[in-house]
């Protein structure tokens, strides 16, 4: 079997601040920062002090009161905020010089996505999207063995209980839906698996549960099922590809460790900062998934 220890890293650690101090900040930002090698978390900054605070003192991290306070102490930038106030801070943190680590959306619509690109493009600064499936290694086998193979069609599937309630039924994703929470998980794998997608429709309601078909540039078809709100035990991301040669391969979530995420993304990001060369899941790869989003939206009102 092969060795996948990774090799040590050879350089200094990026520093970063992290912008939010919510669930997903808490449990996954903070900790996955601090973790290093590759990265050091300086600082905190949240909306609610004591927050940030709670947020900051486990790792030794500065909880600071102003935004600019953050960018002076930091030469990268990590968001877990809702995508109308990532789009604006990302945007102001690009001009200061900032490497941007970003959620998925990019923005709450496509030219607030758009001008956030056009920021971090003028900056010349790196950039790259938490789409946490891309960083597994299951997901990036998935996708190496789809290159070898001809894919005629593929069926997908994303689907949680998270708008229920809970920490994740939060009020830019119940007012949008899945389309723009799920939606970019999904697309971003159908489209790197099938090639990219030239055409797209969407039917349903993305409160409740929406149908997605898309045409690739290679030919092939897929369609996906995308809800929030079905009362499923755990969250299921599952892709299936069909063709001549292959009775069907197969990337499913479910059994996944994926805390194996967060040690590829850390060096993913670490390297492109240090390098200054952004990998193929950086801004311009977010705003490609939320044009696509927004063409399913507008065909699913019709």
Request: net charge negative; hydrophobic share 45%; proline share 7%.
């Amino acid at each position: 079997m092969a060795d996948t220890t990774p090799s040590p890293w050879p350089h200094s650690p990026v520093k970063v601040g992290l912008v939010g101090a919510g669930p997903w900040a808490r449990g996954v930002h903070a900790p996955v920062l601090a973790a290093g090698p590759e990265t050091e978390l300086t600082a905190v900054w949240a909306r609610r002090p004591e927050a940030a605070r709670e947020t900051a003192e486990p790792y030794g991290a500065v909880a600071v009161s102003r935004f600019e306070e953050l960018l002076d102490l930091c030469e990268a930038v990590a968001f877990a905020v809702p995508p109308d106030v990532q789009a604006d801070l990302a945007g102001r943190a690009a001009k200061a010089g900032k490497a941007l680590l970003l959620e998925k959306p990019i923005g709450l619509d496509v030219p607030s996505a758009r001008g956030l690109v056009d920021a971090i493009d003028e900056a010349g600064v790196v950039s790259q999207v938490v789409l946490t499936n891309r960083y597994h290694p299951a997901a990036q086998e998935f996708l190496r063995a789809a290159r070898d193979i001809e894919v005629s069609g593929a069926r997908a599937a994303g689907l949680s209980g998270a708008f229920l309630g809970g920490d994740f039924a939060t009020p830019w994703r119940l007012e949008h839906g899945a389309l723009l929470d799920i939606g970019p998980h999904i697309l971003d794998l159908l489209d790197a698996a099938l090639g990219p997608v030239v055409r797209i429709r969407g039917t349903g309601d993305p409160h409740r549960w929406v149908e997605l078909t898309c045409e690739h540039e290679s030919g092939a078809v897929s369609q996906a099922s995308l809800s929030g709100s079905v009362a499923v035990e755990h969250g299921i991301m599952r892709v299936e590809l069909f063709g001549p040669q292959s009775p069907g391969l197969v990337y499913d979530s479910a059994d996944l460790d994926h805390d194996a995420c967060w040690p590829v993304l850390r060096r993913a990001f670490a390297g492109a900062v240090r390098t200054g060369v952004p990998g193929e899941l950086d801004a311009r790869r977010g705003l490609h998934l939320q044009e696509l989003i927004a063409r399913a939206a507008a065909d699913a009102a019709g």
